[in-house]
C-alpha cells in the first residue's frame, strides 16, 4: 500500500504585525499592531486590526503550538482610546501608562500640524 503526502500551501496577506512576543515558558505568542488614527474611527480601527491578523493567529498556533493574541493598540489622534483599550493594554507584560500614550498621540499630532501650518 502507498501513501501520499499532500503539502498544502496557505498564503497569508497580513503576516507583519508591529510587535510579536513570544514566551515559551507561558507557551503564548502576543501579535501586537500599533495605530494612530482619526478619533471617529479608533473602534473601528481595533475591529480591523484583530480581524486582519485572524489567519496569522490561527496559523501560528497550529505551527508553535501556543495560545496566541492580537493586541491592537489604537489611539486617536487627539488621545481617544476604546474602551477595551485599557484591557488590550494589561495583557501586555510590563508598566504601561494610558496617560503617557494618549501624551505621545498628542504630541505627534501637534508637531504634524506645526510643519503643515508653518
Known amino acids: 500500500m502507498m501513501m501520499m503526502m499532500m503539502i498544502i500551501i496557505i498564503i497569508i496577506p497580513n503576516n507583519k504585525p508591529d510587535i510579536i512576543i513570544r514566551d515559551n515558558e507561558k507557551r503564548t505568542c502576543m501579535l501586537i499592531d500599533v495605530a494612530i488614527s482619526g478619533d471617529r474611527n479608533v473602534n473601528r480601527k481595533e475591529v480591523e486590526k484583530i480581524l486582519k491578523y485572524k489567519d496569522l493567529t490561527i496559523e501560528i498556533q497550529r505551527m508553535w503550538n501556543v495560545n496566541t493574541k492580537v493586541i491592537p493598540v489604537i489611539i486617536g489622534a487627539t488621545g481617544t ?38
Open 81 to 118: 482610546i476604546s474602551k477595551s483599550f485599557r484591557k488590550y493594554v494589561s495583557n501586555i507584560t510590563g508598566n504601561h501608562e494610558v496617560k503617557e500614550l494618549q501624551k505621545t498621540a498628542i504630541l505627534g499630532t501637534a508637531h504634524i500640524l506645526r510643519k503643515v501650518l508653518t
